[in-house]
């Protein structure tokens, strides 16, 4: 069992950025359409902004507020899938027999978006990026709470997923949407999470455990249950 406290999320998607839109959503849950914008990253400088995929500007996005005013805070940064779209576009020159783009491979990697985070906010706290399966979330959370039980008084956590090319689909079902969720999580004894195994209590998480994590995080649910294959996550908050 590991505990923490949520002091402050944010989340991003297309047509999703305020608390207000996400209480909506999370109230009529939908698969959003296909879109090609991307979250506000204006507090950057524009010769930064033009390096970011659209995930690490999500990234960026539900992150660098978490993080205002919060000195030495160390990152854990999960994405199962990480940078499809710029994979498939190394992968289509491959096939292609034309020349790669150093650039596009070094930010093509799995670490990718917590170098950048590294080098743009001068930020040298310990930095995790894990790729993990469809309880990401959890995982994170366990790697985050390590690092508080080591003494950080403050740990950001981003979860976020990009919309995979359509070359995938057969593969990759696991992302209604691209998105992204930022927690900043201190000690404390406000949530409890603990692991089981075996068939969950009710029917699997519909959606990805991030975006079900929002929908309770505004519904104030006390507990609920998160399922991946043989792994049940038990989620208790303090009333």
């Known amino acids: 069992m590991i505990n923490f406290n949520i002091a402050a999320w944010r989340a991003w998607a297309p047509g999703l950025d305020s608390v207000a839109d996400w209480r909506a959503w999370s109230q009529q849950p939908r698969t959003l359409a296909v879109s090609d914008s991307a979250p506000d990253v204006s507090f950057l400088p524009a010769m930064q902004r033009r390096r970011l995929s659209r995930l ?14 919060v000195a030495d805070l160390p990152l854990v940064f999960v994405s199962r899938h990480g940078e499809t779209p710029r994979t498939f576009d190394i992968l289509s020159d491959l096939g292609a027999a034309q020349p790669l783009s150093p650039t596009q491979f070094s930010l093509s990697v799995h670490n990718a978006v917590i170098g950048l985070w590294s080098i743009m906010r001068g930020e040298t706290s310990e930095m995790t990026a894990l790729a993990a399966a469809g309880d990401g979330l959890e995982h994170g959370l366990i790697e985050a709470c390590a690092l508080l039980n080591e003494g950080a008084p403050a740990v950001l956590l981003v979860i976020t997923e990009e919309q995979p090319p359509e070359a995938y689909a057969r593969w990759i079902d696991d ?11 201190e000690p404390g004894e406000q949530w409890q999470l603990s692991l089981a195994t075996g068939a969950p209590s009710s029917t699997g998480t519909r959606w990805p455990h991030a975006l079900e994590l929002v929908r309770h995080l505004l519904d104030e649910r006390t507990s609920f249950q998160h399922a991946w294959k043989s792994r049940v996550w038990n989620w208790q908050r303090t009333p």
Do not use: K
């Not at 690490?56 to 005013?69: D, H, K």
């Not at 992302?175 to 999580?185: D, R």
């Open 56 to 69: 690490a500007r999500m990234a960026f996005s539900v992150g660098w507020p978490l993080a205002e005013g």
């Open 175 to 185: 992302v209604p949407f691209p998105y992204a969720v930022g927690l900043l999580l």
